[in-house]
Nanobody
Framework: QVHLVESGGGLVQAGGSLQLSCAVSGPTFSIAAIGWFRQAPGKDREFVVAVRWTSSSTYYADSVKGRFAISRDNAKNTVYLQMNSLKDEDTAVYLC?????????????????WGQGTQVTVFS
């Protein structure tokens, strides 16, 4: 079973930056994609960005394009989410997820394993 642990969340002023980490363990050979999602209170889980595990191709939500960047450290089996120019509306619990099906990509329902999430709070 794939296990994911997020870290790096916190309180940051608008315009600031944070880097989230997602440490991945278990049978990583089974992973097709890693996705970052976020969920604000009272709102649905929202797609942020996804990366293909083997090809490293990526896809960003329009709301974060140009501000967020996903990267990987293959040696550490860790996926990072660099978040710059943060806005109030970026406040949410951020979760990373692993999808094992080839079609795992933009939808939360396509992912099989989830981390516990890390809180990001942006204040003005």
């Amino acid at each position: 079973q794939v296990h994911l642990v997020e870290s790096g969340g916190g309180l940051v002023q608008a315009g600031g930056s944070l880097q989230l980490s997602c440490a991945v363990s278990g049978p990583t050979f089974s992973i097709a994609a890693i996705g970052w999602f976020r969920q604000a209170p009272g709102k649905d889980r929202e797609f942020v960005v996804a990366v293909r595990w083997t090809s490293s191709s990526t896809y960003y939500a329009d709301s974060v394009k140009g501000r967020f960047a996903i990267s990987r450290d293959n040696a550490k089996n860790t996926v990072y989410l660099q978040m710059n120019s943060l806005k109030d509306e970026d406040t949410a619990v951020y979760l990373c997820a692993a999808g094992t099906a080839p079609w795992a990509w933009l939808s939360a329902t396509q992912y099989d394993y989830w981390g516990q999430g890390t809180q990001v709070t942006v204040f003005s």
